[in-house]
């Protein structure tokens, strides 16, 4: 195992993403992780060298924010071998109820944020002619839940780009891993992470029924964020890593579904979808 890659990794100061950087620093890697704010990582991330971890302040709302961490992260270590894009928070209710302010700004950080921390690691990694970015979807991403539509919007979003930039930086040297993760015991489904529709309209019954079983889930959920964090880092150490990875018994069981459903839906509905075709 080579422990002196450099990763870098967004939205450390909790979740997924905390316990990934713990993990990284304990088995000797360097680490570079970026919150809103630097003190309030260094205070999660707890004692750490300074030869070996980077405490990054970033606005991922800010391209020259983003810009500037991926330069001080390569001025750091020298290196860039895996970048992590984990920042991101949940978004709840109809699209009918919710502002459009805050399906604007879920769009900005679950997309367009990585899509801008992709953008300045590429050329890092092309360089190098080698790197792996691994970009952290959702279950939902691939068999969205009601009352999380825009949530899902922009999950599919990173699973399908990431697909797509999987086949282009191939040839690169450069590896590309989407992981979708199902429900972990972080602080995801609090308050503090979730942003939920003020003017709700009692037509949306289903959307009020389904938000109150995820409220019962906070806790309970079957994901350990450490056991997620030594995954990450046995992608990072494989030399064929997937370009897609379910991440958890209930992701598991949701996609299965989900394949089975598009499975019958392909053959029940065959003969309209060939009926477009040019006779011959």
């Known amino acids: 195992m080579d422990t002196k890659k450099v990763w870098y990794i967004t939205g450390a100061s909790k979740g997924l993403g905390l316990a990934l950087a713990k993990k990284l620093l304990s088995e000797g890697y360097r680490v570079a992780a970026t919150s809103r704010t630097a003190e309030q990582l260094k205070n999660a991330v707890g004692s750490a060298n300074e030869d070996q971890f980077l405490a990054?302040?970033?606005?991922?709302?800010?391209?020259?924010?983003?810009?500037?961490?991926?330069?001080?992260?390569?001025?750091?270590?020298?290196?860039?071998?895996?970048?992590?894009?984990?920042?991101?928070?949940?978004?709840?209710?109809s699209i009918e109820e919710l502002l459009q302010e805050d399906v604007y700004n879920n769009f900005n950080v679950n997309v367009f944020a990585t899509i801008k921390v992709i953008h300045h690691a590429l050329p890092v990694m092309r360089a190098q002619r080698s790197g792996h970015i691994i970009n952290i979807s959702s279950i939902g991403g691939f068999a969205g839940a009601t009352g999380w539509s825009v949530y899902a919007a922009t999950k599919f979003a990173i699973t399908g780009m990431t697909e797509v930039l999987a086949e282009?930086?191939?040839?690169?040297?450069?590896?590309?891993?989407?992981?979708?993760?199902?429900?972990?015991?972080?602080?995801?489904?609090?308050?503090?992470?979730?942003?939920?529709?003020?003017?709700?309209?009692?037509?949306?019954?289903?959307?009020?029924?389904?938000?109150?079983?995820?409220?019962?889930?906070?806790?309970?959920?079957?994901?350990?964020?450490?056991?997620?964090?030594?995954?990450?880092?046995?992608?990072?150490?494989?030399?064929?890593?997937?370009?897609?990875?379910?991440?958890?018994?209930?992701?598991?069981?949701?996609?299965?579904?989900k394949i089975t459903q598009l499975g019958n839906d392909l053959e029940q509905w065959k003969d309209l979808t060939l009926s477009t075709d040019f006779p011959g």
């Open 56 to 93: 990054l302040e970033v606005d991922l709302t800010s391209d020259e924010s983003i810009k500037q961490s991926i330069q001080n992260t390569q001025a750091h270590f020298g290196q860039l071998d895996v970048v992590v894009n984990n920042a991101g928070y949940g978004i709840g209710g």
């Open 168 to 257: 282009e930086v191939r040839a690169l040297g450069i590896k590309v891993t989407v992981v979708a993760p199902g429900g972990f015991r972080t602080e995801f489904l609090s308050a503090e992470s979730l942003v939920m529709a003020e003017n709700t309209i009692n037509d949306y019954q289903a959307i009020r029924d389904s938000h109150a079983k995820y409220n019962t889930m906070n806790g309970k959920q079957a994901g350990d964020p450490d056991r997620a964090a030594e995954v990450f880092i046995v992608l990072a150490e494989n030399p064929e890593p997937p370009v897609r990875l379910f991440l958890g018994s209930d992701a598991y069981a949701r996609a299965s579904a």
